[in-house]
């Protein structure tokens, strides 16, 4: 260290070197003033320091008036400065017991930030103060950094949508940090200091308590779900409870309300299906054996004088037939495999049209209005399954309504992209909205579960099939859409139904050509193949009545085999569409290359989703089952129209007109 020079006359020699050895070992910048002010000693540090900033002098500041060197600061620091010097010269006057103060300043090395201690001590009677300048830079940083990373954090927590609550081992609750996506079942400033008995119902805490007990012991993740009921709704929960190290616990809690109603609508949608594939197959054999009782129905009564009372019981065979394939037809809307027939239409339009006959359906004591979207409601579906739809919705509207009430049927655009809905969550872009409503008897929740489901009514006996809404289920999902039900007890129900919206043009329906076979006589060979024998039967004995020379297969494998061993031409095929070993589809692509000119007429109960898609386009011939014998004479004489036949074929072609 440096002295004043009168001070190395001093006795304590021993005693000033240990001194000089413990400052000049410190870290601060160190200086001894005397009651003036002025500098009597300094340490190595401040030495350096001096060195390093540019303040070099012979003695390093000693015998300056460190005051006077302190008010003569300028520029950004003169502040700082006079404060310093004031605070020690509040010391030196014995004004105050210390001083201390924070401040920053700029170096060669940057910006420092330092601590300057001011401590008075008396000296043979005198009196004394050390300053001592504490580099805290690498703090400050520290502070900085840590400041930030917090910033940042909590930002981050700021966007999980999850509530977070730290707990005590004994469940108090000591932090809080609401979620967006979790409403508080009280203000978030009266959680803290309270346990899970004084918040929630007392299961939901009992299971707390007991999750956190299990995840201080274990040291595990301990997770379990409550229900709530927030603002007249019941909402779902689920708490993740975790323990730190410092015996307390974080408890995560997210709304998993959306997904627990996902969840549910994906069970109910496999449950549907399942139902589905059942009702379709169920469908299609009933099908095969309804085309068996028309055909053959229809063939006796053309065998019957026209005054023979068996006519009224044919009749009734073929009503009862008639009534029970629109049955059929049902179930296979419902199971989606009922064969479409697409083109785009505008929802506006038909619900506009469809409207003058629903008001003369529903009575009049309801009062039916509609709001239809101001622009066109475009959409690609089958015009008969969406007239069946409102059909159906408006039915079920009226049967809720015994005593008379509204009806309201709406269409609207919606774009899911531009405001978010949840209903069309998984199924992004612009949307045709139908929407039904009634201010009816309304539905609890256990209904609304199985309102779709077929067979599933909640009319009395004799009063209703149960496949009114079940339909509507299919014909929407078939036809590329959704179906959405909101209801309650004495509320009503409302529908909304979602379609895709398309940007093509309105299509208007093709008038199907009448066939001109009725009275036409032409030669022809029919390969018919049908696995169902009674089905087989039918159409042999109607192609049979007009003449035509038929070949007879059970299956795809064995018309491979008459075409192949057949030298003459075909001029027209029949299959079913499903069949086993070889379907009716695979037997026309492997006859395709042999017998290019051959027209093909496919018939099915129902057909699956693929088949529509590979087979029963808008160009293919289709037949549906159960068919009359007049439908299928018409169509297979349209088909024969088309052929042109040679004259030495020995058979004649007559198609019954009746």
């Not at 021993?14 to 410190?26: G, I, K, N, P």
């Not at 609401?178 to 508080?184: D, L």
């Not at 073929?318 to 049902?330: D, P």
């Not at 076979?517 to 007009?546: N, P």
């Amino acid at each position: 260290m440096r002295y004043k020079k009168s001070l190395h006359q001093e006795p304590v020699h021993t005693l000033r070197a240990f001194l000089e050895f413990t400052l000049d070992s410190l870290t601060p910048h160190i200086a001894v003033l005397d009651e003036r002010g002025t500098i009597l000693a300094v340490n190595s540090t401040w030495c350096r320091f001096a060195d390093s900033n540019g303040f070099v002098g012979a003695d390093y500041g000693v015998g300056t008036n460190y005051l006077k060197v302190c008010n003569s600061v300028t520029g950004p620091c003169a502040d700082t400065a006079t404060a310093i010097a004031n605070g020690i010269a509040g010391v030196l006057a014995m004004r105050q017991a210390g001083f201390k103060r924070e401040y920053g300043c700029h170096s060669p090395k940057g910006h420092r930030w330092f601590v300057v201690r001011v401590t008075r001590f008396e000296q043979g009677g005198r009196v004394r103060v050390v300053v001592a300048h504490i580099d805290v830079t690498e703090r400050k940083l520290a502070e900085e950094a840590l400041r930030e990373s917090e910033k940042k954090n909590r930002a981050l927590l700021d966007t999980i949508p999850d509530m977070m609550i730290r707990m005590s081992s004994t469940g108090t609750l000591l932090e809080f940090k609401p979620g967006k996506g979790v409403r508080p079942v009280v203000p978030p400033e009266e959680f803290l200091g309270k346990t899970a008995y004084d918040i929630f119902p007392r299961a939901i805490a009992e299971q707390s308590t007991k999750s956190l007990r299990a995840a201080l012991q274990t040291r595990r993740t301990q997770v379990f779900e409550y229900q709530l009921d927030v603002e007249g709704k019941n909402r779902h929960y689920e708490a993740r409870l975790v323990a730190d190290g410092t015996n307390q616990v974080l408890a995560i809690v997210r709304d998993v309300t959306e997904k627990k109603e996902l969840e549910a609508q994906l069970r109910h949608s496999q449950k549907m299906e399942a139902v589905g594939q059942l009702a379709g197959g169920v469908a299609h054999d009933f099908n095969n054996r309804l085309t068996a009782i028309l055909g053959y129905a229809e063939l006796v009564a053309r065998e019957l004088e026209r005054a023979s009372p068996l006519h009224e019981d044919i009749d009734e065979i073929r009503r009862s037939a008639e009534g029970a394939a629109s049955l059929t037809r049902q179930l296979l809307a419902f199971s989606r495999r009922e064969v479409l027939q697409p083109r785009v239409l505008d929802l506006n339009t038909l619900v506009s049209e469809l409207s003058r006959m629903l008001r003369r359906f529903i009575g009049e004591n309801i009062e039916l209005s509609t709001h239809l979207g101001g622009s066109p409601a475009r959409i690609k579906a089958d015009p008969g399954q969406i007239e069946q739809v409102i059909m159906n919705l408006v039915v079920n509207a009226r049967d809720a309504m015994p005593d008379g009430g509204k009806l309201v049927i709406e269409t609207a655009s919606v774009d899911s992209r531009a405001n978010p809905n949840p209903d069309l969550s998984f199924r992004p872009g612009q949307h045709v909205m139908l929407t039904v409503s009634d201010s009816g008897c309304g539905m609890d929740q256990e209904t609304q579960a199985r309102v779709f489901e077929p067979f599933f009514t909640t009319k009395g006996r004799g009063k209703g099939t149960g496949l009114g809404l079940a339909t509507v289920y299919g014909s929407v999902r078939q036809n590329g859409g959704l179906v959405r039900l909101e209801s309650a007890p004495g509320r009503g129900t409302t529908f909304k139904i979602y379609f895709p919206q398309v940007e093509e043009e309105v299509q208007t329906a093709e008038a199907i050509p009448e066939s001109r076979a009725g009275s036409r006589r032409r030669s022809a060979t029919i390969l018919l193949v049908e696995d169902d024998a009674s089905v087989r039967a039918v159409a042999r004995r109607i192609l049979a009545q007009s003449g035509l020379y038929i070949l007879e297969a059970c299956d795809g494998g064995e018309g491979l085999d008459l075409c192949q061993h057949h030298s003459g031409p075909i001029d027209l095929l029949i299959t079913d569409v499903v069949m086993p070993h070889c379907s009716g589809p695979q037997m026309v692509d492997r006859l395709a290359s042999t017998r290019p000119e051959m027209q093909v007429l496919y018939m099915s109960g129902y057909t699956e989703s693929a088949i529509v898609e590979r087979v029963l386009d808008a160009h293919t011939p289709f037949l549906r089952k159960p068919f009359s014998t007049k439908e299928f004479a018409s169509k297979v004489g349209e088909l024969l129209d088309r052929i042109i036949v040679t004259a030495n074929e020995p058979n004649q072609l007559f198609l019954p007109d009746n």
